[in-house]
Nanobody, 118 residues
Framework: QVQLVESGGGLVQAGGSLRLSCAAS????????MGWYRQAPGAQRELVAL???????YYAGSVKGRFTASRDNAKNTVYLQMNSLKPEDTAVYYC????????????WGRGTQVTVSS
């Protein structure tokens, strides 16, 4: 069993930056996909960024050009660099890991709160 723990959230002014980390308790080397999701109050959870093994990251249109996802298998950690933050980026951010993306995610973190003030 692998546990995922997000960190790096907080309160930031619009236009600012945050870097989220997702540390895994075990190896993610064999994971097919690692994803970043977010859920704002009253909204459904949405995909922010997806890192597939051997492929380029996918980004939701609302964050493309502002967010950068990366994966360090040696450290069993994935990152989400968030720049030019907007109030609409306010949400709880979750990371998730999948051994076979076609079958869905095997592991989810508990989330970290990101609040962007205007």
């Amino acid at each position: 069993q692998v546990q995922l723990v997000e960190s790096g959230g907080g309160l930031v002014q619009a236009g600012g930056s945050l870097r989220l980390s997702c540390a895994a308790s075990g190896s993610i080397f064999s994971f097919d996909a690692m994803g970043w999701y977010r859920q704002a109050p009253g909204a459904q959870r949405e995909l922010v960024a997806l890192i597939r093994s051997g492929g380029s990251p996918y980004y939701a249109g609302s964050v493309k050009g502002r967010f950068t996802a990366s994966r360090d298998n040696a450290k069993n950690t994935v990152y989400l660099q968030m720049n030019s933050l907007k109030p609409e980026d306010t949400a709880v951010y979750y990371c998730a890991g999948s051994k076979n993306y076609s079958l869905g995610y095997d592991y989810w973190g508990r989330g970290t709160q990101v609040t962007v003030s205007s």
